[in-house]
């Protein structure tokens, strides 16, 4: 384990709540306030609501106006005004990580508040005290100042404050590790603004939503709700809500390992951080740079990140970013083989997390120390915190990190000789590693990806079309009419290169589909190759080998079917493969197949003709028919059952051949009135006509009953498509 990332909910409730399509709501609100020369309390409002309106694009105009309003308020003994640019002022000194004037202010603001019995400042002024507590890492208090305002709101009916509070209550839930409860927060406070039809305030609940599923390992999910995110507030220009979103891309872009995605969003969510001001993300957004660069082995870069990053932390004295810090740095310190460095780190980290309740980086800190600890072989300790890590992973429902845990637990078994339970982790880190990148999920973020940039595309053309029309009609109207011609003849144009689009587009678009169907049909032939009639026959045999006590032999075959069954998985990935890799898998699959008594005689024999080395050929293209042979050709049939497979290189063609001396494909056929093709046979003949035009060389299959050659059983030929690799 290196360098983990830390999925995260970047901001509290009110630092992004209302705080959409404010730049038309400034110009309004300027020119209102020039034209106001009198210093009453409308100009404090005015004052106040451009504070509020430049808090995503501008912090020092949104102290500044906040401060001005203070003043007049004061002079005018205005105490309802005066309280509100208190709960302004406290906003702003929150977001700039100063805590101690935050909460000043908003008790300032509940006092005045408090004498005139304002009960909607109140409750705005107990949620400004509950987000400075929240920020000092005081959760619990926070939480009794968000309960006041939900149970007012309840009272009252108020559904848009009970959705601020939902989604701050589901942020404590989320700081304690109750992923679920936090969910089921979200969720709620979602479907008010649904409700509300406040879609953009809605966005919030979604960015916290999907950094819950970023935590969990549904990176699909996650990244769909980010993207919703990042779309409306480009929309708007809320550079708040960008920097949010672009912070929370880059992460999943960074569990996917493609650091020039996740460095692109980072460094966006950086440069806006510094133009906000806002501490918190930049430093945040410093030590994800860090840890992406010390991913990539370049250490030095990575350490400047990370110290800026802690320095900053250090200021602001944020222990939450001192924990993600230390985490981060001690990932660094293991990585350039500096364990007692790192064991510090960790330690801090493991301090922290527990000082403020946050059980997510108490999960990642006994993961990081145990990692640290077999480093330097002191294997029970790494044992105690590996088990910690384990625990605390499954509680929190954290795939990514029940992962490593077990990996470094079937490191610490296999060091300490307890090789039957080095074996159990290793298997539970392979099947959490293929369920977390498995091809289904890969190819649903490309088709979300490409949903995405289609979208954009559109809207973009869209607003092009619509500046067109507008030069179009503006010209029309100018032009005398010995110009019309001439305009008519622009227009025919213009109107040549919106079709020529439209036809690109159209090719394009069949372009994708043809990909697709590739996709499906390979998708289609890895079920086929895998059946669950092979899967549950092969598992029922081990069944009974455990049962007989048969150890030695269930052993074996339950490494040759593991064996297998990566081996198919992994060739199911690629394009194509080494001819050497395909005849393993088919091998191995007669050997399994044999193993348990001996029913059949096989060989597979090259040609000396063929050299294997240089050949790569398209995955499991032998192996469902072998598997017809075994499963169909033998049927009811006694003595000696062999099948051969041969190759050769005859005319630049590859050809393969299988033979069996069972029953004959012309008995099956009488035998049985076959109520649907041969899967197989349909699957392999659409992907050599893919094949075929892919590789620029003709493919075919032909299957016959050997009677006509005066023998007994079938003997398919495949021509296979092949590319020569190129040896230095």
Request: hydrophobic residues 35%.
């Amino acid at each position: 384990m290196r360098n983990i990332k830390i999925p995260i909910l970047v901001f509290s409730l009110l630092l992004q709540t209302l705080i959409f399509s404010q730049e038309k709501v400034i110009d309004s609100l300027k020119n209102e306030l020039l034209q106001h020369k009198k210093n009453d309390t409308a100009k404090v409002n005015l004052l106040n609501a451009l504070s509020f309106s430049y808090f995503s694009f501008d912090f020092k105009k949104s102290n500044e106006k906040a401060q001005e309003a203070n003043s007049l308020a004061k002079k005018l003994n205005y105490k309802k005004g005066e309280a509100k640019s208190f709960v302004r002022l406290s906003h702003n000194h929150r977001r700039n990580s100063e805590l101690n004037e935050a909460e000043r202010d908003a008790l300032k603001a509940l006092k005045l508040y408090e004498e005139i019995n304002d009960q909607a400042g109140i409750n705005a002024s107990h949620t400004a005290l509950g987000n400075v507590a929240y920020y000092k890492n005081d959760v619990d208090k926070a939480l009794t100042y968000y309960r006041k305002v939900l149970n007012y709101s309840k009272k009252k009916g108020n559904l848009k404050q009970q959705a601020f509070m939902l989604n701050n209550i589901g942020m404590i839930s989320y700081s304690k590790g109750n992923l679920d409860d936090a969910l089921t927060f979200f969720k709620k406070s979602h479907a008010l603004r649904k409700q509300l039809g406040q879609k953009k305030l809605g966005l919030r609940a979604l960015n916290n939503i999907g950094a819950i599923c970023l935590n969990q390992g549904k990176y699909t999910e996650a990244l769909k709700y980010f993207k919703q995110c990042l779309s409306i507030h480009r929309e708007d220009n809320n550079k708040s809500g960008i920097a949010t979103a672009t912070s929370n891309i880059s992460a999943v872009y960074y569990e996917w390992k493609q650091y020039d995605k996740t460095l692109r969003y980072l460094e966006e969510s950086l440069e806006l951080g510094r133009e906000l001001e806002n501490r918190v993300l930049i430093a945040r957004c410093l030590i994800n740079i860090g840890a992406v660069y010390a991913d990539l082995k370049e250490f030095s870069k990575a350490l400047d990140f990370m110290t800026e990053s802690m320095s900053i932390s250090k200021e602001i004295n944020d222990k939450l970013l001192l924990s993600e810090g230390n985490f981060q740095l001690g990932g660094l310190r293991l990585s350039t083989g500096h364990p007692k460095k790192a064991l510090k780190n960790y330690k801090t980290c493991l301090e922290l997390s527990q000082s403020i309740g946050d059980k997510i980086y108490m999960c990642h800190a006994h993961i990081g120390l145990a990692d640290t600890y077999v480093a330097l072989k002191n294997y029970s300790k790494a044992l105690y915190h590996a088990l910690e890590g384990k625990k605390l992973s499954k509680e929190l429902e954290l795939l990514v990190q029940q992962k490593l845990s077990e990996n470094i637990l079937a490191t610490i078994y296999s060091k300490t000789g307890n090789y039957k339970k080095a074996f159990l982790s290793h298997q539970q880190f392979k099947m959490l590693n293929d369920s977390l990148f498995n091809k289904e999920n890969i190819e649903k973020i490309t088709q979300l990806e490409y949903e995405y940039k289609y979208k954009q595309e559109l809207d973009s053309a869209s607003l092009r079309e619509l500046k067109l029309t507008k030069t179009v009609t503006a010209t029309n109207k100018d032009l005398e009419k010995s110009q019309r011609n001439l305009l008519f003849g622009v227009i025919a144009f213009l109107s040549m290169i919106l079709i020529l689009a439209a036809i690109i587009f159209y090719l394009r678009l069949k372009n994708e589909k043809s990909k697709t169907k590739n996709i499906v049909i390979e998708q289609k032939l890895l079920r086929s190759q895998m059946t669950p009639h092979f899967i549950f026959n092969s598992l029922s045999v081990l069944q009974g080998m455990i049962l007989n006590k048969e150890e030695k032999k269930s052993v074996s075959y339950l490494s040759k079917f593991s064996k297998l069954l990566r081996i198919i998985l992994e060739n199911s990935r690629d394009k194509t493969v080494l001819l050497s890799q395909e005849l393993t898998a088919v091998s191995n699959y007669l050997s399994l197949q044999n193993l348990e008594n001996d029913s059949y005689k096989y060989s597979v024999i090259i040609d000396e003709t063929i050299d294997i080395p240089l050949f790569k050929v398209p995955p499991m293209l032998i192996q469902p028919f072998v598997e017809n042979a075994i499963e169909h050709g033998f049927e009811n049939q006694e003595g000696k059952k062999i099948i051969d497979i041969y190759l050769k290189y005859l005319n630049k063609n590859l050809i393969c051949t299988i033979t069996d001396n069972g029953i004959g494909i012309d008995s099956k056929k009488k035998k049985k009135t076959l109520k649907k093709k041969s899967l197989s046979t349909t699957i392999t003949s659409e992907r050599l006509k893919i094949l075929s035009k892919d590789f620029k060389m003709e493919g075919s299959l032909v299957i016959e009953d050997r009677r006509k050659y005066n023998e007994q059983g079938t003997i398919v030929t495949l021509v296979i498509p092949y590319k020569i690799e190129v040896t230095s």
